[in-house]
């Protein structure tokens, strides 16, 4: 063969290689790695003091401290483990924990609190948190009908200090007004509270349809907003039907997270997607995400990977037990983890995710929280 036909083909392959060299960089950029995890039986650290237990674990929160807060319901903590807390003692476990407890990144114990007292009214079916860049602490609940004793619905969020006094209630006890009231929540579900403009935002969904806007150190009403960034809606749109029109209403606004860059992320728990929006309201885009889950929803709440861009989004898949990792450039799906069982490692009804500041992850499920600690995938910096 000429030597020049053979330096073209050379050439040629070089060149290929070179293309193909190319498209896996660029194909790397458009889609992060898969983080990997292994079950991290050392947290927190057990027993718990004081002979403690959990009852529903409504909410979880890490902090820029790399602090996990974890928010629960004692009220729905299961009988057979109350056994010490009962007169006469029943047995020698256990006793509801505090509504709110506070573990350090080793999983020991800071400090507790929570409850009723003067000043406002403690929320009941305790659900949601969320640490603010002051370190002041938000707390909500998921109420929407009266109790057993006739105590009203959970209308209110409340903004605590870091130690637990008691800051600012926005709302009251009682039930919903509508979705378009700026005075009265309805089973408030989470909060996100913006740096930039410090103003709180809530998922304010189990009884309403919207998220809601609020100065985060007055209390007074900015803007709201409900599916597609319309105006909320209360129509009776029944039951989710995977085969149906997209719905033009949150179901349940159950999470919403804000951005470094500025978007707004909203779970529709029960019409299975994310909706995007920027900070006024004005609507983004939206990404479903197994269409066809029933139980629970498949878009429970959201995490940011904390490299400086927030490249990954966490995404709790409540109706699936399993963590959904999606590039938050475009919403596509890199990965899941989990399954659903009682083991250590497996997941059980998860209802939030969190990630720390070096992507370990956490999850909260019925009356347990688990660390996953991170073995591989994509860098934090």
């Not at 806007?213 to 803007?223: L, M, Q």
């Not at 069982?341 to 995710?353: F, K, S």
Request: aromatic share 12%; charged share 20%.
């Amino acid at each position: 063969m000429p030597k020049s036909v053979l330096a073209h083909i050379r050439i040629s392959i070089l060149s290929l290689a070179v293309i193909a060299s190319a498209q896996s960089a660029v194909a790397a950029d458009a889609a992060p790695l898969m983080p990997q995890y292994k079950i991290d039986t050392s947290f927190p650290k057990l027993p718990l003091p004081n002979n403690w237990t959990f009852g529903l674990v409504g909410g979880i929160f890490v902090d820029s401290r790399d602090h996990l807060f974890i928010y629960h319901a004692p009220s729905e903590t299961p009988r057979y483990a109350l056994s010490a807390a009962q007169t006469p003692k029943r047995g020698k476990c256990c006793i509801s924990a505090p509504h709110v407890v506070e573990f350090d990144k080793a999983g020991n114990v800071v400090r507790s609190w929570g409850g009723p007292g003067a000043g406002y009214d403690w929320p009941r079916s305790e659900h949601g948190l969320y640490v603010d860049y002051k370190g002041n602490i938000w707390l909500g609940g998921s109420a929407t009908r009266p109790g057993e004793k006739g105590e009203p619905e959970n209308g209110l969020v409340l903004k605590f200090s870091p130690d637990g006094k008691f800051l600012m209630q926005i709302g009251k006890p009682g039930p919903s007004k509508g979705s378009r009231d700026t005075t009265q929540l309805s089973g408030p579900a989470n909060f996100s509270v913006d740096p930039v403009d410090n103003e709180v935002y809530i998922a304010d969904g189990y009884g309403n349809h919207r998220v809601i806007v609020f100065d985060a150190d007055t209390g007074k009403f900015k803007r709201q907003w409900g599916a597609y960034g319309k105006p909320p809606t209360d129509d009776n749109i029944g039951a989710y039907d995977p085969n149906a029109p997209l719905a033009q209403q949150f179901r349940i606004a159950h999470c919403v997270r804000v951005s470094k860059d500025g978007l707004v992320y909203v779970c529709d728990r029960l019409n299975n997607r994310v909706q995007v929006f920027k900070k006024d309201g004005t609507f983004v885009t939206e990404w479903i995400y197994d269409k066809e889950t029933l139980q629970s929803g498949s878009v429970g709440s959201i995490a940011f990977w904390p490299d400086a861009k927030q490249t990954i989004l966490g995404i709790n898949d409540m109706g699936n037990s399993q963590v959904r990792f999606v590039n938050r450039a475009d919403g596509k799906v890199i990965g899941n983890f989990g399954w659903y069982g009682t083991w250590a490692g497996e997941l059980m009804r998860p209802h939030e995710v969190a990630f720390d500041s070096e992507g370990n992850l956490y999850t909260s499920e019925d009356y347990r929280v688990q660390k996953f600690t991170r073995s591989g995938g994509p860098p934090v910096k």
